[in-house]
């Protein structure tokens, strides 16, 4: 096989309502909620960066501008900080490069593909990543983030791949499942791509979580604007029809997600990376056993 084009460019579809975390975002975008002191949209971008991506394209909507000023230099604050001799490392992985966060709109929340297709234009004409950001993936200590990973198997077997992980088979009709096909250590061939079934139905209990590596064809499989599951247009359904034509694969994520679109996956997450850091962890594992001894 010759070498895959490099992946550079990935999409961040960020434009939905977050109605499940409602009030909170009703003023503030769900991927500016917080896991201890990092929105979840810099842990995705950290992700991307890590995998060698450069350019971020965000698809954002109404009430989303939040999520560009925090990529952005905020002079004032700087230069308040210098003043007050304060530490300004902190404000590091928030600097943007000129030029590699790029912003479409999705005027109207017609679905995840929909959010896709609005950045045709930017993405052009090379594979490229996608990122749901409210899809927290952390990586084994010591190993590599879930885009790292699946960079290094596209660059083993190029086309598309997305990113699994196995659920128990009862809680399978809440996402959308693989068909698989032969494995070969963490990859596993697609044969075919479910959205919600039952779970008598479902081909496996391998979930799709929330990253994804595309070729641009799936622009032009978009471009039909049919609808799926709950009237929206489907990414699911997108990849779906891609099969067969290209080559399609599965990478077993090693480490842990964390449904932070949900209260209590946020909660879970935002509890277990406050336990594993160095500055707090052992305070809020005594702040836990303290609460839990009430
Ligand atoms: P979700 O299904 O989590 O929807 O979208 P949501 O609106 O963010 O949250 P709830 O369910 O109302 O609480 C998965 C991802 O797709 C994006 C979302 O921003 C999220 O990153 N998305 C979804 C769009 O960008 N546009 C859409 O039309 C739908």
């Not at 990849?239 to 067969?244: D, L, P, R, T, V």
């Amino acid at each position: 096989m010759n070498t895959p084009k490099p992946i550079k460019k990935a999409v961040f579809p960020v434009a939905g309502l977050g109605t499940r975390f409602l009030p909170a975002t009703k003023a503030i975008p769900k991927e500016m909620l917080a896991i201890v002191d990092r929105p979840l949209i810099q842990y995705a971008v950290d992700e991307a960066r890590e995998a060698g991506i450069e350019q971020m394209i965000f698809v954002t909507g109404r009430g989303k501008t939040a999520i560009v000023e925090h990529f952005d230099i905020a002079y004032e604050l700087e230069k308040t900080l210098s003043e007050r001799g304060k530490d300004l490392s902190v404000l590091e992985p928030t600097r943007a490069t000129p030029g590699d966060i790029i912003t479409v709109r999705q005027q109207v929340p017609l679905g995840l593909g929909h959010a896709i297709w609005c950045a045709r234009a930017i993405v052009g004409d090379e594979p490229f990543a996608i990122f749901l950001p409210d899809e927290l993936m952390i990586g084994k200590v010591g190993g590599t983030g879930c885009m790292r990973q699946m960079v290094d198997a596209y660059n083993e077997v190029g086309g598309n791949l997305i990113s699994v992980l196995e659920v128990p088979r009862e809680d399978v009709s809440s996402y959308g499942v693989i068909d698989p096909g032969a494995e070969m250590g963490a990859l596993t061939e697609v044969r075919g791509l479910v959205e919600k079934p039952p779970v008598a139905d479902a081909p496996s209990n391998k979930i799709i979580s929330g990253r994804y590596i595309l070729q641009p064809e799936v622009m032009r499989v978009l471009e039909a604007q049919e609808k799926g599951a709950g009237g929206e247009i489907q990414l699911t359904d997108a990849m779906a029809k891609m099969i067969g034509s290209q080559p399609f694969h599965a990478v077993t994520f090693d480490g842990k997600r964390y449904d932070c679109g949900s209260k209590l996956g946020f909660v879970e997450a935002t509890l277990a990376l406050a336990l594993e850091r160095e500055d707090m962890g052992a305070e809020v594992r005594a702040m836990a056993e303290r609460l839990l001894a009430i």
